[in-house]
């Protein structure tokens, strides 16, 4: 009996092409067939998945927050620094690297807080901006309806003439006093008889006139304002609070680079042992074929 010359291959398929090609090899002559994937190694794929993404995501963190960091520390830079070695099993043991974690953390929480406070001092700023206007309006803004009358705080655009007012109003039961005026508009109170009221609305609006909306009424415009730039001197002096504690923990700079240096290096080694693991969505077989046979 004839001995035929073997090569030896190595195929990597998707699972359910897995019995096809074993036909095929077989038609082929094609001899020890090995399944090199175990089971109990496939399994293991979702949790080296988890693995990778957890790596990737604690090295994105301490990423975001190095920059920060940089910014804020005092620490020279130079060319010509003596570099410092660091054991990392070492910086993981004497409880650096847990450190260096809460340091992360705490960057990150203020960098929260400081969003917060930003945004609350925006809202603050409009509310301002809204009752510049109307600063000279003496009365309360939750006082201007009573039994006959109401008075309306609005804006017309800007270079609006008091001549186009009159004639808007047309001789209706209204008053129109001026309270300011910039290049954006003239802003107005209008005291209208409840009856009126509607006609009077549709009339001014015919001219652009835009009524004035409030967050807060309780109180007079210049009552408002006043409180509202406290809570804005409050807001600022918080944030001041965490830029000061941002700038401390910039001085531990040099223990979070050490910790992102360690973190990349575990994510590369992640990434490569995922990259080696069997799937369970995969085959692989060992084969033994004739060289003589055509190609599979």
């Known amino acids: 009996m004839s001995v035929s010359k073997m090569e030896k291959l190595t195929a990597i398929l998707p699972r359910e092409d897995a019995d096809a090609l074993l036909r095929r090899l077989m038609r082929l002559r094609a001899v020890s067939l090995i399944d090199t994937v175990d089971e109990d190694d496939a399994s293991d794929a979702p949790a080296l998945e988890a693995d990778v993404s957890g790596a990737a995501e604690r090295v994105a963190r301490v990423e975001a927050v190095l ?91 800007g270079g609006t003439s008091g001549e186009a007012v009159v ?16 290049g954006a508009g003239l802003y107005v109170s209008v005291l209208v008889h409840r009856a009126e009221q509607d006609s009077t609305m549709r009339a001014l609006s015919g001219i652009g006139f835009l009524p004035a909306s409030f967050a807060d009424t309780d109180g007079t415009a210049k ?34 680079e050490i910790l992102s240096d360690i973190e990349g290096t575990t994510l590369l080694a992640e990434k490569q042992k995922a990259s080696f693991a069997p799937r369970k969505n995969a085959r692989c077989f060992a084969v033994g074929a004739p060289c003589t046979s055509a190609d599979a």
Do not use: M, N
């Open 223 to 256: 009552e408002l304002f006043d409180r509202a730039d406290r809570e804005r001197v409050q807001l600022d002096e918080r944030l001041q609070q965490c830029e000061r504690r941002l700038c401390a923990l910039a001085e531990r700079i040099e223990e979070v």
């Open 167 to 182: 004639k808007a109003l047309d001789e209706r039961a209204a008053v129109v006093q001026v309270l300011s005026e910039d």
């Open 67 to 157: 920059p920060i960091l940089a910014k804020r520390s005092t620490r020279k830079l130079s060319l010509f620094r003596q570099q410092t070695r660091v054991s990392h099993s070492d910086f993981r043991a004497d409880g650096r690297y847990e450190f260096a974690w809460k340091v992360v953390a705490q960057v990150e929480k203020l960098l929260a807080e400081q969003k917060e406070l930003r945004a609350e001092r925006d809202e603050l700023r409009g509310r301002l901006q809204g009752y510049i206007p109307y600063l000279e309006y003496e009365r309360r803004l939750d006082a201007t309806v009573t039994a006959h009358t109401q008075t309306v705080l609005g804006a017309f655009p």
